[in-house]
T-cell receptor, first 115, second 117 residues
Framework: AQKITQTQPGMFVQEKEAVTLDCTYD???????LFWYKQPSSGEMIFLIY??????QNATEGRYSLNFQKARKSANLVISASQLGDSAMYFC????????????FGAGTTVTVRA | DADVTQTPRNRITKTGKRIMLECSQT?????MYWYRQDPGLGLRLIYY???????NKGEISDGYSVSRQAQAKFSLSLESAIPNQTALYFC????????????????FGPGTRLTVL
C-alpha cells in the first residue's frame, strides 16, 4: 500500500493567491514525521517544512504552512501569496519511527504559478 | 561549496555496462541514502547506510550495489546497466542524532541524471 498519497498531479495558481497541496499518509507507528520538499526545474531537492506526529501546533515557515490533521492522516501544504518562483514540483514525505530516518515519498504535485 | 556533491551530474551509458555514481558530503553526517526518481513515482529508496559498517537495502535494491568507503563517501554501482534504470539519482544525508526540530531532515545532493541506452 502507498504510504504517501498525493492526488493532484498538477495545479495552476494565480500569482499572489494561496494554494493548497494535498497529502495523505498511512502508518501505524505513533511516532512519525512529515516533510515537504520543493523541486524546481533545475532538479535539486529543497526542504520546506516539517511536522512531527507529536507536535501540537501546525508547522509554519514563512509563506509555507502545514495543515496537519492527525485523525484524517493528512498533511496538506499551504503556500500563501504565490510567487512565480514557486513554480516547481512538490513532494510530501514521511519518516516512520525515530530510528533510521528513511523517507517514503509521494508521487509529487507540479505547481505552475501564472502571472 | 555544496555540502553534498554527486559525480557525475549526467551520464549516458549502454546496456550491460558497469557504472558507478559517487556521493561525497562535508556535513559530518553519519547517515547516507541513495534514491532514484522516476516520473509519477516520486523518490524511492535504493540503499542506506548508518555508518561505514552498516549498509541496508531499501525498497528497490535489485540491480544495485553500494560501498561506504568513509563517513563522507557513499557510492552506488550498477553492475550491468539496463534501460529501466534510466532515472534521476539522488544521494542524501542526515544527522544520526535525535529527531529534534527538523525530525531527521535529509539533505540532498544535486542529482545525477543517468540514461541507459
Amino acid at each position: 500500500a502507498q504510504k504517501i498519497t498525493q492526488t493532484q498531479p498538477g495545479m495552476f495558481v494565480q500569482e499572489k493567491e494561496a494554494v493548497t497541496l494535498d497529502c495523505t499518509y498511512d502508518t501505524s507507528d505513533p511516532s512519525y514525521g512529515l516533510f515537504w520538499y520543493k523541486q524546481p526545474s533545475s532538479g535539486e531537492m529543497i526542504f520546506l517544512i516539517y511536522q512531527g506526529s507529536y507536535d501540537q501546533q501546525n508547522a509554519t515557515e514563512g509563506r509555507y504552512s502545514l495543515n496537519f490533521q492527525k485523525a484524517r492522516k493528512s498533511a496538506n501544504l499551504v503556500i500563501s501569496a504565490s510567487q512565480l518562483g514557486d513554480s516547481a514540483m512538490y513532494f510530501c514525505a514521511m519518516r516512520e519511527g525515530d530510528n533510521d530516518y528513511k523517507l517514503s515519498f509521494g508521487a509529487g504535485t507540479t505547481v505552475t504559478v501564472r502571472a | 561549496d555544496a555540502d553534498v556533491t554527486q559525480t557525475p551530474r549526467n551520464r549516458i551509458t549502454k546496456t550491460g555496462k558497469r557504472i558507478m555514481l559517487e556521493c561525497s558530503q562535508t556535513k559530518g553526517h553519519d547517515r547516507m541514502y541513495w534514491y532514484r526518481q522516476d516520473p509519477g513515482l516520486g523518490l524511492r529508496l535504493i540503499y542506506y547506510s548508518f555508518d561505514v559498517k552498516d549498509i541496508n537495502k531499501g525498497e528497490i535494491s535489485d540491480g544495485y550495489s553500494v560501498s561506504r568507503q568513509a563517513q563522507a563517501k557513499f557510492s552506488l554501482s550498477l553492475e550491468s546497466a539496463i534501460p529501466n534504470q534510466t532515472a534521476l539519482y539522488f544521494c542524501a544525508t542526515s544527522d544520526g542524532g535525535l529527531a529534534g526540530i527538523k525530525g531527521g531532515e535529509q539533505f540532498f545532493g544535486p542529482g545525477t541524471r543517468l540514461t541507459v541506452l
